[in-house]
């Protein structure tokens, strides 16, 4: 016999999505960062919006054992950790970048890079890449610290557990080594 998890399962995967939800809503937000240049912008994470549309909730059994997963692109790991000093992005993937980024690109003195050869795009993502290497890229945390924060709610999942518990209280204790005698559960010896 078998006990299911049912209400625990919903809650799992609710609290993912929701981890979901939240992730996309902290890539849309205005974030201040200030560069070694001296620049300074105040505008959302999510320039392309390539990364908040990989998000992806996957939820399947492996060895009767419950996985439930976010997933996205891998970048977006390096959006939130950052990079150290040393890292060497593609520059064909900068200059892909390049050509999909929504935003004004404009030089030290301002003059707009939007309508570029494809040399002067490959010269722009080397220069990216050099500083890159040098520099790393700093971190923004947008995923670590909301991470950390809901896995502080997930503390709440053991009003679901008890409810699943309650819901079929025999099979419960008999899938943790009781038996049942009536209405006496003894330990399997």
Not at 28 to 43: A, D, L, Q, V
Not at 111 to 128: F, S, V
Not at 141 to 168: C, E, G, P, S
Not at 169 to 185: A, H, V
């Amino acid at each position: 016999m078998s006990f299911k998890l049912k209400n625990t399962e919903s809650y799992l995967i609710s609290f993912v999505n929701n981890l979901k939800r939240l992730s996309i809503r902290e890539l849309e937000r205005s974030r201040f960062r200030k560069y070694s240049s001296g620049r300074t912008i105040n505008e959302p994470l999510n320039a392309s919006g390539n990364l908040k549309g990989s998000f992806t909730v996957e939820s399947k059994y492996i060895k009767n054992k419950l996985s439930v997963n976010m997933r996205g692109n891998s970048y977006g790991e390096k959006v939130d950790e950052g990079t150290k000093a040393g890292t060497n992005p593609s520059v064909s993937q900068l200059v892909n970048w390049i050509n999909r980024k929504p935003v004004k690109l404009t030089d030290a003195k301002g003059r707009n890079l939007t309508n570029i050869t494809p040399e002067g795009k490959n010269r722009i993502a080397n220069q990216i890449a050099q500083k890159i290497n040098r520099e790393g890229i700093k971190p923004t945390n947008f995923l670590t610290n909301l991470v950390d924060a809901q896995f502080a709610k997930l503390a709440t999942i053991d009003r679901a557990i008890l409810k699943d518990i309650n819901t079929d209280l025999d099979s419960f204790m008999q899938s943790i080594g009781y038996t049942k005698n009536g209405e006496t559960f003894k330990i399997q010896q």
